[in-house]
């Protein structure tokens, strides 16, 4: 009978085994983590281009019940919008992602000398945009401005735009000037100048739709806030009444689209053109968009006067407005010591 020989593992034979096994766990710990970042890959695309998230189509806003809605239909929009007062015609037009809403203390005061017409534009508020190409540029949203002023009989008026929207309106003086009378621009981007870094991220694809779709109406709130230097009257029912339309797809949609989309060098390099009595009324506690533009609006719009309203932020006629609409009342109205 043959006996085997014992075997003996030496120093060597440990250190090859080692290696052998830290290269599987280091191969095994590889691919558990490309496992990883590919689902988190995946998950980032799915919310980007696929998940949707809930609309906040059960609010009843208590607003809309009685400020007297009106709609009117056109090839680019069905727009929702509010008409009362009467003399000459002024349309209003809110921020970025805000409605008629914002104006429901501007509205009042206007409408005992003038037509307003306060209007949600394409992709805010209660106005549908009927086509699915629609660019949500500043060629396209003046476009849309037009086709609303003709539909409801408004071949000339004077303009009032906030944030984006004051963008949109400058943006329509500059090329249809016969059609404005006087241009009010609050705390409206126009030079060409980058964005505030709060809303910068949404420029990025699938960055911007991700980040859009999650917000939620906490995060919108925060965001919000930063527009008052009065924090206190940013209230819940306001967040509630402007939470409820930009909950809606399209309109989450258009946020970044209109981020993404508004040149301000277009209008930048029209100011010139501009032939309308023009006020720029901004605060100087706007932290979106820095007072300094006020000043160079103010420099190269022909007609041009400047009011910087002390301790107001960027939402102006809301956090300052008995500051504010007494100084775009009497601009409208045509007051001496607002003209240059």
């Not at 806030?225 to 797809?249: C, I, M, N, Q």
């Amino acid at each position: 009978m043959r006996h085997r020989q014992p075997t003996h593992i030496g120093a060597g034979g440990l250190a090859r085994g080692r290696p052998c096994r830290a290269r599987r766990l280091q191969r095994r710990t590889l691919a558990s983590v490309a496992g990883l970042l590919a689902l988190l890959v995946f998950a980032v695309l799915l919310v980007a281009y696929a998940w949707q998230p809930p609309e906040d189509r059960g609010y009843r806003s208590p607003y809309l019940a009685q400020a007297g809605s009106r709609y009117v239909d056109t090839p680019v929009a069905r727009f929702h919008y509010i008409r009362t007062g009467h003399g000459p015609p002024v349309v209003l037009l809110p921020g970025g992602t805000l409605w008629t809403y914002s104006y429901r203390a501007v509205i009042p005061q206007l409408a005992k000398h003038f037509t307003v017409v306060a209007v949600d534009m394409p992709g805010q508020g209660y106005t549908t945009v009927k086509r699915e190409d629609f660019r949500y540029d500043l060629e396209a949203m003046s476009g849309g401005l037009e086709s609303f002023m003709d539909a409801v009989g408004l071949p000339r008026a004077s303009l009032v735009g906030h944030s984006w929207d004051g963008a949109i309106a400058l943006y329509f003086a500059e090329r249809h000037p016969q059609r404005v009378h006087q241009l009010v621009l609050i705390d409206s981007p126009g030079v060409d100048d980058a964005s505030s870094w709060d809303f910068r991220p949404l420029e990025f694809p699938v960055v911007g739709e991700v980040i859009g779709k999650l917000m939620s109406r906490s995060t919108f709130r925060d965001t919000l806030l930063k527009g008052f230097a009065h924090p206190e009257r940013l209230t819940r029912e306001a967040v509630d009444e402007y939470w409820a339309p930009l909950s809606l797809r399209q309109n989450r949609q258009a946020m970044w689209t209109l981020q993404r989309n508004l040149d301000y060098s277009l209008t930048d390099q029209r100011l010139g053109d501009v032939r309308a009595p023009t006020l720029v009324l901004w605060g100087d506690r706007d932290r979106f968009d820095e007072p300094w533009q006020a000043d160079e609006l103010g420099r190269r719009i022909q007609l041009a006067t400047v009011r910087i309203l002390p301790g107001c932020g960027h939402m102006l006629h809301e956090d300052c407005p008995t500051q504010a609409i007494p100084a775009l009342a009497s601009f409208l109205a045509g007051d001496p010591t607002l003209r240059r």
